[in-house]
Nanobody, 126 residues
């Protein structure tokens, strides 16, 4: 079973930046898809950024140009760099793993994700 551990969340002021990490273990190959989801209190979970097995990426409109997802294959870690953070970005951010997604041009269906991390809180205050 694949294990995902997020880290790096915290509190930041409006306009600030945070980088969160998703450490992947228990999978023998380096080609896999990771999607970053977030869930704010009282709101539905939404996927915000995805990196496919071929390192293609997709972002939803509200974070495009501000968030950047990347992979360090040597460390089996995927990062989400978040810039110009706004109060509406406050949420628990979780990563999800899919072994079958290679190229991404939109957010993959939730049913394709096999494993999930526990999440890390990001709070943006004014």
């Amino acid at each position: 079973q694949v294990q995902l551990v997020e880290s790096g969340g915290g509190s930041v002021q409006v306009g600030g930046s945070v980088r969160i990490s998703c450490a992947v273990s228990g999978y023998r190959w380096q080609s896999y898809c990771i999607t970053w989801f977030r869930q704010a209190p009282g709101k539905e979970r939404e996927g915000v950024a995805v990196i496919g097995g071929d390192d293609s990426t997709f972002y939803i409109g509200s974070v495009k140009g501000r968030f950047s997802v990347s992979r360090d294959s040597a460390k089996n870690t995927v990062y989400l760099n978040m810039n110009n953070l706004q109060p509406e970005d406050t949420a628990v951010y979780s990563c999800a793993f899919a072994s079958s997604v290679l190229y991404v041009q939109y957010m993959p269906p939730v049913g394709l994700f096999e494993d999930w991390g526990q999440g890390t809180q990001v709070t943006v205050s004014s």
